[in-house]
């Protein structure tokens, strides 16, 4: 038997490759397929379930085949992270040329020398506009969680859902026209938690653990910030009817937390996901088969993020520990936390079931935002992944009984509910060729999401400072009353290693990895079949129409842009990312 797998760990890497130049076809097209079987039993032994990386979440590649796997996605990482990091460096030279490192802000106008001119080569577009010149808005800070940040709102039911904690009825009539039990029950009111950030380690920075109240204004039809409850020792509750110095400090420190959510979040929603049910793949799928070679082409170099991760972010010293108020163990918890209790999820966060779920989109009880940034972008960009997925799929099986009968599939889907222990994956056996459609498009969106929450958009606006910093720098105020926000801002030097470290996330200038291009790949294409081939092509055109006409936003007549004082574009495709490679 030793000998029997010694002889098959020596071919297997020349059947894959001699598979991998052959047009891809279905295994019930195979006249003789003991080559495949081989192939499939050897990757059996070779890609490995290992131990989770970057919290206890999904498994990650061992063995020596899964090893190198990601060997291969930290090469291509560090190829593209060598050229964006000298680009970084350049920026910090140039901005140390204007701005002391040793001095202490005094007030907020003198973080705008951090952006103003700067940070042309890692950040050419600069901060989204609007972002910098309105950021004390409270229609600016609502939005973003219609946009930059929208993981964590959700609307409460009006019978369902109990109030999470009780404001003062004449204050919420002053802020909404009507007290909270009417918003309640009119399905206004929605809710943004981030209480359990409280019990997670902390490292010598301060900050709160928000909960926070969002509304839909009866007569205006805005959707506006009501009250932020700090629910730290004092748990003070502010509201835009306290001082502006007040109000903004609480903004700052709901800002904090939802950075440090959306950098866990995904993390669970994203990486840990869409590596394990690939990494099931391979180890099913010959390399011959169409849907690998698909998933192959959309995880480029993802491998890379979770060892990086934890080489530089969460580790003893790291990211997490120098700038933020959670340790790198706190963040390992709170990733693992999030994967476990619904981001990790498969099926129930497909795009629409997830907004639905959450009543932000095809709301029953209560009425539709006026607008939604995040949804509009992204139902565009989904709708053409889903026709893409939908020829991809029809052509290679133009009839479901064929999906029944091709055991690389059903052995897929097997291994992804029970050796790989995919939350919420598709029951084995799959009988029909949407279920295949809506998985591979699933696949595919968490692209968008991880871009959404990692990719450019930190630097342009989610933490852009000063009102969005990654950690408090004094202890919260026992009362409100607080005559000055400075203490609780970052000093120049700490400023300036925080737009850096978001700055090497974004990509603006690799074009041909950019996201229009996540399935134009020579190889992938050139074993695929005609209709996928226009597809792609069909694809890519709607994708670069998209990008155009966003280049085209402006604001309208009344200084905004879909309801916000801000033009938010994370989702151009010309500038996202075509897998999450970071």
Not at 495 to 502: D, N, P, R, Y
């Amino acid at each position: 038997m030793k000998l029997r797998f010694a002889c098959l760990l020596a071919i297997s890497p020349l059947i894959i490759a001699n598979v991998a130049q052959k047009p891809l076809v279905l295994p019930v097209y195979v006249e003789n397929v003991t080559e495949r079987l081989i192939e499939t039993a050897t990757k059996q032994q070779t890609y490995i379930y290992g131990a989770p990386r970057l919290g206890n979440t999904s498994f990650f590649p061992s063995g020596p085949m899964g090893q190198q796997l990601v060997l291969d996605s930290l090469v291509s990482f560090e190829e593209e992270n060598a050229v964006i990091s000298e680009r970084t460096r350049e920026d910090i030279e140039d901005l140390m040329k204007v701005v002391d490192v040793h001095a202490n802000f005094t007030s907020v106008d003198d973080f705008k020398q951090l952006y103003e001119g700067q940070w042309r080569r890692s950040v050419p577009d600069g901060l989204n506009v609007g972002v910098l010149t309105n950021a004390t808005l409270d229609l600016q800070f609502s939005m973003e969680r219609l946009s930059a940040s929208p993981f964590s709102l959700r609307r409460l039911h009006p019978t369902d859902d109990e109030l999470p904690f009780d404001i003062d009825q004449s204050i919420v009539s002053q802020i909404a026209g009507e007290d909270l039990d009417s918003l309640h029950s009119k399905g206004q009111l929605f809710f943004v938690d981030h209480s359990v950030q409280l019990a997670l380690p902390k490292t010598t920075r301060y900050s709160a653990a928000c909960s926070a109240y969002f509304f839909i204004h009866s007569d205006s039809g805005d959707f506006l910030p009501l009250a932020i409850k700090t629910n730290t020792e004092f748990d003070l509750i502010y509201t835009p009817l306290d001082s502006q110095l007040d109000w903004t400090l609480a903004k700052i420190m709901m800002n904090s937390n939802e950075a440090i959510f959306n950098e866990a979040y995904h993390v669970a929603a994203a990486h840990a996901v869409q590596e394990i049910v690939h990494l099931a793949a391979v180890r099913t799928l010959s390399a011959a088969h169409p849907v690998l070679a698909l998933l192959n082409r959309m995880m480029v170099g993802s491998y890379a993020p979770r060892p990086m991760g934890e080489a530089v972010l969460t580790n003893p010293g790291g990211v997490f520990d120098t700038y933020t108020s959670i340790t790198g163990t706190g963040a390992l918890q709170a990733i693992t936390l999030y994967y476990h209790y619904g981001a990790g999820a498969y099926q129930s966060n497909y795009f629409i079931t997830i907004l639905e779920s959450r009543g932000l989109i095809n709301c029953t009880w209560g009425p539709p935002l006026q607008h939604y940034p995040f949804f509009e972008d992204t139902s565009s960009i989904y709708l053409s992944l889903q026709s893409f997925m939908k020829t991809f799929v029809e052509s290679y099986y133009p009839a479901d009984s064929i999906i029944t009968f091709d055991n690389e599939l059903q052995d897929w889907i097997k291994e992804g509910t029970k050796a790989a222990k995919i939350i919420d994956f598709p029951d084995s056996p799959i009988r029909n060729r949407q279920v295949l459609i809506d998985m591979l498009t699933h696949f595919a969106y968490l692209t968008v999401v991880h871009n959404t929450l990692n990719g450019g958009d930190p630097v342009s606006v989610s933490s852009s400072l000063p009102y969005h910093p990654a950690s408090l720098h004094a202890p919260l105020p026992l009362q409100k009353g607080v005559t000055d926000i400075m203490p609780w801002l970052p000093n120049a030097s700490t400023s300036i290693g925080e737009i850096a470290l978001f700055a090497k996330f974004n990509r603006p200038v690799f074009e041909s990895s950019s996201f229009l291009n996540i399935f134009n790949d020579t190889k992938f294409l050139g074993a695929s079949n005609d209709a996928v081939r226009q597809a792609e092509q069909a694809f890519r055109d709607e994708m670069n129409a998209l990008s155009s006409m966003i280049e085209l936003w402006v604001f309208d007549a009344d200084g905004l842009h879909r309801g916000m004082p801000s033009i938010w574009n994370a989702l151009d495709p010309k500038k996202m990312a075509l897998s999450s490679a970071i």
